[in-house]
């Protein structure tokens, strides 16, 4: 076992928001292990992992890698790392297997017999902890990990319930650092709001990617009983936020709007919450393609009103230098010499890289035929839009729709 691959398995879970820590079997399991939750809500006595039910206690000598379940439906995995010790254990978590919501944490409230007053630190606490559902692709992954740390078939992946109601004494109020956590959190989430908003205005897909996937960005809101609803706000809150990391990155607002109202009608056509990641991925890769197609950062105030004029008109088939500079009473001279200033081509070349991007984004994201998707792209000709496309794309828009078919 190479401690490269142990690192990267860190980083691994690091990067799926699951808390990790090295921690010894002969001592009590720290406080942070559980991100503080027994130390805010109850009077327990820390306890070392050989206290938990059913464990082999020789489970580091048995290379046993355990997946533990707790009374509060958290998740842990423990992995014994070979040392000169046989003490040292990966501790990783905690982590849900379902999505929450308020009505479940008030049942599990009510069924461990947690007071009233701690049910608002138990929701945000469960709202906080990143779900994994895909229990078989966790499973396959510490199966590979087993075999790279102690050698294949000389290790096991146990399932540990430890579900059954201990008696519990909890506190009778929150401490005052209490909120202070949760706000701390607040804070942690709208810092990651900012940089995101940031990745988005530039159109910076991949670094805004990676930032959404934190959980803070998938349970903002788990106030309604119906999971489904949950997800659905909380993508029409990432709706929101998408909105003004383009905003930020100067796309008119008819676009924006346009896109927002395209944008929400998906979330509300969802039928299913396991759909949220792909809708989620698919929400911020519009915005962010629009960001590097439709931006105008960079160019002089009047070179913006003329490609904010050109957005808002791509689509129609008169739209020209001559129109154009009248529409913004502008000389057609002084226009065909700012535009090869600024974007160094021809305003027609210009128009038409424009067009065939827009057809791009119809190809991607709608069924129209490609006479349709012509016509919306302000071609009258359906052969000259194709020419053109090809001469852009080195391929038609049928071989370009079925190239993104077979990729999708």
């Given amino acids: 076992m190479s401690e490269n691959f142990l690192d990267f398995t860190?980083?691994?879970?690091?990067?799926?928001?699951?808390?990790?820590?090295m921690i010894s079997i002969t001592k009590p399991i720290p406080e942070e292990a559980d991100l503080g939750l027994r130390k805010e809500i109850s009077k327990e006595i820390p306890i070392s992992i050989l206290d938990f039910n059913d464990i082999d206690p020789y489970f580091h000598q048995h290379?046993?890698?355990?997946?533990?379940?707790?009374?509060?439906?958290?998740?842990?995995?423990?992995?014994?790392?070979?040392?000169?010790?046989?003490s040292t254990v990966l501790f990783a978590g905690p982590f849900l297997t379902e999505r929450t919501d308020i009505h479940r944490t008030t049942r599990l409230c009510n069924q461990l017999e947690i007071p009233p007053i701690l049910h608002r630190f138990i929701n945000q606490y469960f709202s906080s902890l990143p779900c994994i559902t895909e229990q078989t692709l966790l499973e396959n992954y510490l199966y590979t990990f087993g075999e790279n740390l102690y050698g294949p078939g000389l290790f096991q992946v146990q399932y540990l319930k430890q579900l059954e109601k201990k008696e519990t004494s909890y506190v009778s109020e929150l401490n005052p650092h209490s909120d202070e956590t949760l706000?701390?959190?607040?804070?942690?989430?709208?810092?990651?709001?900012?940089?995101?908003?940031?990745a988005i205005s530039r159109g910076d897909f991949n670094k805004a990617m990676h930032l959404s996937s934190n959980l803070a960005f998938h349970n903002i809101d788990n106030r309604s009983t119906y999971p489904l609803r949950s997800v659905k706000n909380n993508l029409l809150t990432f709706n929101t936020i998408c909105r003004k990391g383009a905003e930020l990155g100067n796309v008119h607002p008819v676009h924006l709007d346009e896109m927002s109202r395209r944008m929400a009608i998906k979330i509300e056509n969802m039928t299913s919450p396991d759909q949220d990641k792909e809708v989620h991925r698919d929400v911020l890769k519009n915005y962010c393609h629009m960001v590097q197609q439709k931006t105008t950062t960079g160019f002089s105030p009047t070179m913006q009103r003329v490609m904010n004029h050109v957005f808002q008109n791509i689509t129609d088939p008169t739209l020209t230098l001559q129109t154009t500079a009248q529409a913004l009473s502008l000389s057609k001279t002084y226009l065909s010499a700012l535009f090869k200033k600024e974007t160094n081509c021809t305003f027609t070349t210009y128009i038409n890289q424009k067009r065939i991007e827009h057809g791009i984004f119809l190809l991607n994201t709608t069924n129209l035929q490609i006479q349709e998707i012509a016509g919306e792209c302000g071609f009258l000709d359906v052969n000259y839009f194709t020419r053109i496309f090809q001469k852009e794309k080195h391929m038609t828009p049928s071989q370009y729709r079925r190239m993104i078919q077979e990729h999708s």
Wanted: with cysteine.
């Fill in 63 to 86: 290379h046993i890698i355990y997946i533990c379940t707790d009374q509060f439906l958290c998740n842990y995995i423990l992995i014994p790392i070979p040392d000169d010790t046989n």
């Fill in 183 to 198: 706000m701390k959190r607040l804070e942690e989430r709208y810092q990651m709001e900012g940089q995101l908003i940031d």
């Fill in 10 to 21: 860190i980083s691994f879970f690091n990067k799926i928001n699951l808390h990790t820590l």
